[in-house]
């Protein structure tokens, strides 16, 4: 049986593995790597579909959800933002208010102060 895997571990290992590697733990510069790793990865994933090597798809999926827990990781630790977990949470709250119009492929737009 596969085993869960939470947002919060990817974080916290993600945060371990930069340190024991001596990734740069400075705001700019984690920033900047990380923005540009999660286009760069986001790249991989269109480029294996394409490609239609499909067993590479959930690999780069993976890696951008590495970076993008590494933004999050940032946002949190010198921003002081809430939690991925706790934002995710009330995302898919808020997504299962929406409408989906099957004609224009569209989600309405419930009012809500936080999802814009
Ligand atoms: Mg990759």
Same mark, same amino acid.
């Given at each position: 049986?596969?085993?869960?895997?939470?947002?919060?571990?990817?974080? +916290?290992?993600?945060?371990?593995?930069?340190?024991?590697?001596? @990734?740069s733990q400075k705001e /700019? !510069?984690?920033? &900047?790597?990380?923005?540009?790793?999660?286009?760069?990865?986001?790249?991989?994933?269109?480029?294996?579909?394409?490609?239609?090597?499909?067993?590479?798809?959930?690999? +780069?999926?993976?890696?951008v959800i590495v970076f993008?827990?590494? @933004?999050?990781?940032?946002? /949190? !630790?010198?921003? &002081?933002?809430?939690?991925?977990?706790?934002?995710?949470?009330?995302?898919?709250?808020?997504?299962?208010?929406?409408?989906?119009?099957?004609?224009?492929?569209?989600?309405?737009?419930?009012?809500?102060?936080?999802?814009?």
């Amino acid at each position: 049986m596969e085993k869960n895997l939470t947002i919060k571990e990817i974080q +916290e290992w993600e945060k371990s593995f930069t340190k024991k590697k001596h @990734i740069s733990q400075k705001e /700019e !510069e984690a920033i &900047k790597i990380a923005i540009f790793k999660l286009v760069e990865e986001t790249g991989e994933v269109a480029k294996a579909i394409l490609e239609e090597n499909w067993d590479e798809v959930p690999a +780069e999926v993976s890696d951008v959800i590495v970076f993008a827990c590494k @933004i999050a990781n940032i946002a /949190e !630790e010198f921003h &002081k933002t809430d939690t991925l977990t706790n934002v995710m949470r009330r995302k898919i709250e808020y997504c299962e208010k929406r409408k989906y119009d099957t004609k224009i492929r569209k989600f309405d737009k419930p009012k809500s102060d936080e999802f814009k």
